[in-house]
């Protein structure tokens, strides 16, 4: 264990001995006054790899060249275009090939996944979700209670933490299992909440929720890529996520679903079907009768936009080489030692909302401070004038991020550094 020093020439030996440093020059920073920007906001949208440029390029040529043969002839022909993500994906995520697929974008593959998943009874009809969950999925999930003629006030159920607590703590999942898990349909809960940063023991909620006899799953937009996932492992029943914050594929990138190979050929589950999750064998017969494909791939609706999928193949080639386990250890030590000169430096002024334990969190740092609302915005300006892009979450929190594939450990230091003059100031 590293016993970490409030200076910066440890932050230069870190960053020499760090083994992961060379994959920061495969990715390009933005910059500030000519130099790079301390860049800790991974967690909103990671940076652009210096190859997706390269792989949009090549598909931008292939359609030049080839016209509509590209599906077939292209460098990664366009028809089965989306397979070429499947086995990368499933390594980030503990998944197998066949539970994977990109497609949409997340709160799309969330409708999806409920349509087949949340099939509510008279017994059984609630969702269980957090308080305070991600809008977009608090909408989503009160408009499939909706959708099935039922009603929100007694069909959603928000989890809040216990009296006097900052976090929702597994415990409580199970206690509210305990008390109404019979009625409960569908547990969906964050891997990594965003706001806070805190991580959930995943393993733990599945376990509970299947005792119960509940379908779980996990929203992961703050957990793929960051922390290590495994999800088939873990029975989760399904999962969605966003490719654009820790998975670098650009503003707006299509997003990934989880889908466990139990369900794999769950053929009778109602789904909102479309052509490019029929069984691909017969596909263009199009005939009128929808025969799905076995797997995630089956809830695909239409054919796969190359454009939008391209550059996460150049952030997923960067994952296979550093390995989600090297990139893990990294991330533990970086936000490790933010944590340390936080603490060192801004005890008094900055309070640390993401939960200390290593396990419960990932890269992400939720930071409050404690001049009050007015003040930390302002600071929060200035951060931004002085070349660190964090981000800003109402009423009055910073959340930074330092991603252990293009983050160094100087980034950390200067980000503290610069921080440490505008609150202290
Ligand atoms: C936790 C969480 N869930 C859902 C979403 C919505 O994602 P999308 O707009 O890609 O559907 C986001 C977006 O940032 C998010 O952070």
């Known amino acids: 264990m590293t016993t970490f020093r409030a200076d910066a020439a440890q932050a230069a030996e870190l960053d020499r001995a760090d083994p992961l440093a060379g994959f920061r020059a495969h990715f390009h920073l933005p910059q500030h006054d000519g130099r790079d920007e301390i860049y800790l906001c991974g967690n909103s949208l990671g940076l652009q790899p210096r190859n997706t440029e390269r792989y949009m390029r090549e598909e931008l040529e292939d359609w030049q060249r080839l016209g509509v043969k590209g599906h077939f002839d292209g460098r990664r022909p366009w028809m089965p275009y989306h397979e070429f993500f499947a086995e990368r994906t499933a390594r980030v995520v503990?998944?197998?090939?066949?539970?994977?697929?990109?497609?949409?974008?997340?709160?799309?593959?969330?409708?999806?996944?409920?349509?087949?998943?949340?099939?509510?009874?008279?017994?059984?009809?609630?969702?269980?979700?957090?308080?305070?969950?991600?809008?977009?999925?608090?909408?989503?999930?009160?408009a499939q209670i909706r959708l099935h003629g039922l009603d929100p006030d007694t069909s959603l159920v928000e989890l809040a933490p216990a009296t006097g607590r900052a976090y929702i703590e597994e415990s409580d999942i199970e206690a509210l299992l305990e008390a109404e898990g019979e009625s409960v349909a569908l547990l969906m809960l964050p891997g990594v909440q965003y706001y806070s940063g805190q991580a959930f023991d995943m393993e733990r909620i599945v376990r509970a929720g299947h005792a119960c006899g509940c379908t779980v799953a996990f929203d992961l937009a703050h957990a793929t890529g960051n922390i290590p996932l495994k999800l088939h492992d873990w029975d989760v029943d399904f999962a969605v996520w966003c490719n654009y914050k820790y998975m670098?594929?650009?503003?707006?990138?299509?997003?990934?679903?989880?889908?466990?190979?139990?369900?794999?050929?769950?053929f009778?589950?109602?789904?909102?079907?479309?052509?490019?999750?029929?069984?691909?064998?017969?596909?263009?017969?199009?005939?009128?009768?929808?025969?799905?494909?076995?797997?995630?791939?089956?809830?695909?609706?239409?054919?796969?936009?190359?454009?939008?999928?391209a550059p996460l193949l150049a952030s997923l080639e960067l994952f296979d080489e550093a390995g989600m386990d090297r990139l893990r250890a990294k991330s533990l030590m970086l936000t490790a030692y933010l944590e340390f000169l936080l603490r060192e430096k801004l005890s008094a002024e900055v309070e640390i909302l993401t939960p200390a334990d290593p396990q419960r969190r990932g890269c992400q740092l939720s930071l409050r401070l404690h001049a009050g609302r007015h003040q930390a915005r302002r600071v929060f300006e200035r951060l931004e004038e002085a070349g660190v892009t964090g981000d800003w979450r109402e009423p009055d929190v910073i959340r930074v991020a330092p991603v252990p594939l293009y983050n160094s450990y100087a980034d950390v230091f200067g980000f503290v550094e610069i921080l440490a003059g505008l609150v202290t100031a």
Not at 248 to 266: D, L, S
Not at 272 to 288: E, I, N, V, Y
């Open 94 to 142: 503990g998944a197998k090939p066949i539970e994977v697929v990109n497609m949409n974008s997340l709160t799309v593959n969330l409708h999806l996944m409920m349509t087949s998943f949340y099939r509510p009874t008279a017994k059984r009809h609630k969702i269980v979700i957090e308080r305070g969950a991600f809008p977009s999925d608090h909408y989503a999930v009160e």
């Open 248 to 266: 670098n594929a650009g503003p707006g990138a299509v997003a990934g679903c989880f889908v466990h190979e139990c369900h794999a050929r769950a």
């Open 268 to 309: 009778d589950r109602p789904r909102l079907a479309g052509w490019w999750g029929h069984d691909k064998q017969s596909r263009f017969r199009m005939g009128p009768e929808f025969v799905p494909m076995p797997g995630a791939e089956g809830w695909q609706l239409s054919n796969p936009p190359v454009f939008g999928l």
